[in-house]
């Protein structure tokens, strides 16, 4: 049994950090009546907060080498720029310099999008 945080690569390529956890319960006689096998517990554990982080969404993030990247909407062009992230999960990043606040990040951007190119958003939905 592992004893201490892993990391594991998800099938999109993507280091996640994981650890095991052991859950005890402690039902009534009446509550463990009503649990069955195969019982699941879903979890959230807090294990990074910071006031006044700037997040943005994972999906923006590129691999530059040993360093991250995203591109941001500038003018109507892309705009590659080098961030420095500090803390992340599947869904945000807290990137401490490269981007500021209000400016808006590409989402899943294409391998053959390149510093310059013009883009045009779309709506969502």
Known sequence: MTRGP????????IEEQRVN??????????QQALIGEGYRVDASILVSAQDGALLVPA?????????????????GRA??????VR?????????KDGV???????LYPSASLAD?????VRARG
Do not use: C, M
């Not at 500021?100 to 590409?106: D, H, K, S, Y």
């Open 79 to 84: 705009r590659r720029r080098a961030v420095e």
């Open 6 to 13: 892993f990391t594991k690569v998800s099938a999109l390529g």
């Open 21 to 30: 956890i052991i859950v005890q319960l402690q039902p009534s006689a009446a």
């Open 100 to 106: 500021t606040p209000g400016e808006r990040v590409l």
């Open 87 to 95: 803390e992340r999960n599947a869904e945000l990043a807290w990137v």
């Open 59 to 75: 999906a923006a993030l590129l691999r530059d080498g040993a360093q991250w990247s995203v591109f941001v909407l500038q003018d």
């Open 116 to 120: 310059g190119h013009r883009v045009q």
